[in-house]
């Protein structure tokens, strides 16, 4: 694994400082970016981009999202220790241990092989206790649930009603839903006593597609 030495931490403090100042507020979510080495996640040819605020490819077609999108994501979750949380998407495995950083129990599910082998092992060398799943996120862990909150970090054609199911009664999804193929609208759901959904919206983003099924790879 690549080491964390005092020029990534100084970079990673810049960082945090350009996310306080396109609008991040959550203090525990600039913490937990601060304390997280997303150059890690990245092959070693990206260093020196890590901790600009870009998205970066990370192999099978995927990218890692950029970090203005990892910390919004994270404030509208607004995660308490212990948070049963179910993250689709896992890709890297940065976004997931943001969230594990800020106390959540998280499980998080890939659809692509390679890329969840790849960052399968390197969360166990990062001694981290995220657990990972190989599978369609659409079904979401039905033997796991209910979660307190869901995280999908890719573009979704639908709210999915099987994740909606497995959410606690109070629980927040937040979802990136496609309005069209360029952009989608960032959505945060609360389920309500009677199980309908409390909805609110928060602007344009863009992430690649959820799929349907497992990956060729
Ligand atoms: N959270 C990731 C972002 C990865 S990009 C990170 O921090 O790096 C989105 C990821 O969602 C990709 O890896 C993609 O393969 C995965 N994905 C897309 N559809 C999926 C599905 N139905 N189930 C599980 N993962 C899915």
Sequence with gaps: MQEDNYRHKGMRRIMVEELRNKGIKDENVLTAINNVPRHVFLDSSFLEFAYQD???????GQTISHPYTVAFQSSLLDIKKNMKVLE??????????????????????????KLYMKTKALLSELNSRIKTFLG????????????????????????????????????????PLCENEDHQT???????????????????FKFVPMLKGLGED
Excluded: H, W
């Excluded at 870009?54 to 099978?60: D, E, L, N, Q, R």
């Excluded at 862990?141 to 869901?150: E, H, K, M, S």
């Design 136 to 175: 369609d996120g659409n079904k979401g862990l039905p033997t796991y649930g209910p979660f307190d909150r869901i995280l999908i970090t890719a573009a979704a054609p639908e709210i999915p009603q099987t994740l909606i199911e497995q959410l606690k009664v109070g629980g927040m999804i937040v979802i």
């Design 186 to 204: 960032m959505l945060r759901l609360t389920k309500q006593e009677d199980g309908s959904l409390l909805r609110e919206e928060y602007g344009d």
């Design 54 to 60: 870009k998205a970066f490819p990370i192999g099978s």
């Design 88 to 113: 689709i998407g896992t890709g890297s495995g940065y976004q997931a241990c943001v969230l594990a950083e800020m106390g959540a129990k998280v499980f998080s599910i890939e659809r692509q092989r």
